[in-house]
């Protein structure tokens, strides 16, 4: 336990195990307000810049898909001149990824005590929470945090508040929150100089994910060591996980990193039917074979190999009666039309992918639709303006090898699976 944390008797004694994010829900699904928050924990630790280096030694990595060290991240931002801005990332634009709303609606001033810690470490007086615009209860859960911590002067010279950001898939990537935030469009970019460069308003900007500044609080308060007694040495800690599908109990559910797929399963009350496949890290993720996933530690080492990451944390069952093909042409479609439209791989590359495997989900027999997809996604991958392309192209290859049989099944005018989506996409979902 960290010595701030030891000076303050009435806060809980450093959790063993799991829950560690999840251990202060309460029941109903209400919002944990301030008082409760504060019978739990205490007041944040004032750790200023040496937060930074406990942070080094607790090896935490950002939880919101790149997976970069927290510290190098924030040492960046305060090693430059000026000012810096803090920006909570919580915009969660993967349609298949719940977590990071579900703490702003749960557990709002946990996420705030890690905004403000880190603003703290930086040098910052302003911390923007950004929220997708359509989470209507979490964005009046966040501001009534707010208030409450503001009525209280609880977070000293640092500056909380609130932004609405655009419901898209590429408003969540840390550049284009920037530009969003600064007055111009949710597109992300390639183009130095980088947020912890310039970024909002011209000043050093860091940008945590939302559940990576929630570790950040309990590491302020329990320590590195701590932090390090979950995962392995190279990936240490818990994380979030959002599973779907052909689970029992669909939800979102706390992990030790390394722990197996079949585990995570376990969590969820098992598979609610025989399975077919998993999509592991989401929609810029890769799918796996079932019998393959479940042995499988959940590490982005472990995972690399297999051409994927835990990326956005989020994890979907395919049934074993549901097509792999159907599916991946459905999220190929909603990946081009989320397009930011700023580069021709992009805007042509994936809409021609998107085609090409509606063509396949339809069953048109054509024997150069194979080859043709493999060739066009190899001409749009690192080749965009943004990563955009490249996690679209990731997904889409990983489908024609995990579901090699079905793509040669649906070539000869068969399909081996029934009609119903399962890979949720949002209502808005448009179509060309």
């Given at each position: 336990m960290s010595a701030a944390a030891a000076d303050r008797p009435h806060i809980v004694a450093s959790p063993r195990g799991l829950p560690r994010l999840r251990a202060g829900l309460r029941r109903g699904g209400r919002a944990v307000?301030?008082?409760?928050?504060?019978?739990?924990?205490?007041?944040?630790?004032?750790?200023?810049?040496?937060?930074?280096?406990?942070?080094?030694?607790?090896?935490?990595?950002?939880?919101?898909?790149?997976?970069?060290?927290?510290?190098?991240?924030?040492?960046?931002?305060?090693?430059?001149?000026?000012?810096?801005?803090?920006?909570?990332?919580?915009?969660?634009?993967e349609p298949a990824s719940g977590k990071d709303r579900a703490l702003l609606r749960h557990l709002p001033h946990l996420i705030l005590d890690g905004a403000v810690l880190a603003a703290e470490a930086v040098g910052s007086r302003e911390a923007i929470v950004a929220i997708g615009g359509a989470a209507e209860i979490e964005i009046e859960a966040l501001k009534s945090a707010i208030a409450a911590r503001?009525?209280?002067?609880?977070?000293?010279?640092?500056?909380?508040?609130?932004?609405?950001?655009p419901n898209t898939f590429v408003a969540g990537e840390e550049t284009a929150l920037v530009r969003f935030l600064d007055g111009g469009p949710a597109k992300p970019?390639?183009?130095?100089?980088?947020?912890?460069?310039?970024?909002?308003?011209?000043?050093?900007?860091?940008?945590?994910?939302?559940?990576?500044?929630?570790?950040?609080?309990?590491?302020?308060?329990?320590?590195?060591?701590?932090?390090?007694?979950?995962?392995?040495?190279?990936?240490?800690g818990s994380t979030l996980v959002t599973l779907t599908g052909a689970v029992s109990h669909p939800g979102i559910y706390e992990i030790e990193l390394g722990a197996t797929l079949e585990q995570l399963l376990a969590?969820?009350?098992?598979?609610?039917?025989?399975?077919?496949?998993?999509?592991?890290?989401?929609?810029?993720?890769?799918?796996?074979?079932?019998?393959?996933?479940?042995?499988?530690?959940?590490?982005?080492?472990?995972?690399?190999?297999?051409?994927?990451?835990?990326?956005?944390?989020?994890?979907?069952?395919?049934?074993?009666?549901?097509?792999?093909?159907?599916?991946?042409?459905?999220?190929?479609?909603?990946?081009?039309?989320?397009?930011?439209?700023?580069?021709?791989?992009?805007?042509?590359?994936?809409?021609?992918?998107?085609?090409?495997?509606?063509?396949?989900?339809?069953?048109?027999?054509d024997g150069r639709r194979r080859a043709e997809l493999g060739r066009w996604v190899e001409q749009v991958r690192g080749r965009g303006a943004c990563r955009h392309p490249d996690g679209a192209a990731r997904f889409v290859t990983s489908a024609l090898e995990v579901f090699a049989d079905e793509v040669d099944l649906h070539l000869r005018g068969h399909c081996s699976g029934s009609n119903r989506a399962v890979l949720p996409l949002p209502r808005r979902e448009r179509r060309r």
């Open positions: 307000d301030l008082d409760s928050h504060l019978d739990r924990y205490g007041p944040h630790p004032q750790l200023g810049s040496g937060l930074i280096t406990v942070l080094e030694q607790s090896g935490l990595q950002g939880r919101g898909g790149g997976g970069f060290p927290a510290a190098r991240k924030m040492a960046a931002v305060a090693s430059r001149r000026g000012r810096p801005v803090v920006v909570v990332n919580a915009v969660e634009g503001t009525r209280r002067r609880l977070d000293g010279h640092v500056r909380v508040r609130a932004v609405s950001a970019t390639f183009t130095p100089p980088r947020p912890f460069e310039r970024g909002v308003g011209g000043a050093p900007t860091l940008v945590q994910n939302a559940e990576t500044l929630g570790h950040v609080a309990l590491i302020a308060r329990f320590g590195a060591a701590w932090f390090r007694e979950l995962g392995s040495a190279a990936e240490p969590q969820a009350g098992g598979c609610a039917e025989p399975l077919r496949a998993f999509l592991v890290g989401g929609y810029f993720g890769g799918w796996l074979d079932a019998s393959t996933a479940l042995r499988l530690p959940l590490l982005d080492a472990a995972l690399a190999p297999h051409g994927t990451a835990l990326g956005a944390r989020a994890i979907i069952a395919l049934p074993a009666d549901a097509c792999g093909i159907v599916e991946t042409a459905r999220v190929a479609r909603y990946l081009a039309n989320e397009s930011a439209g700023q580069c021709g791989p992009c805007v042509y590359g994936l809409d021609a992918i998107a085609g090409a495997l509606a063509r396949l989900a339809r069953r048109e027999r």
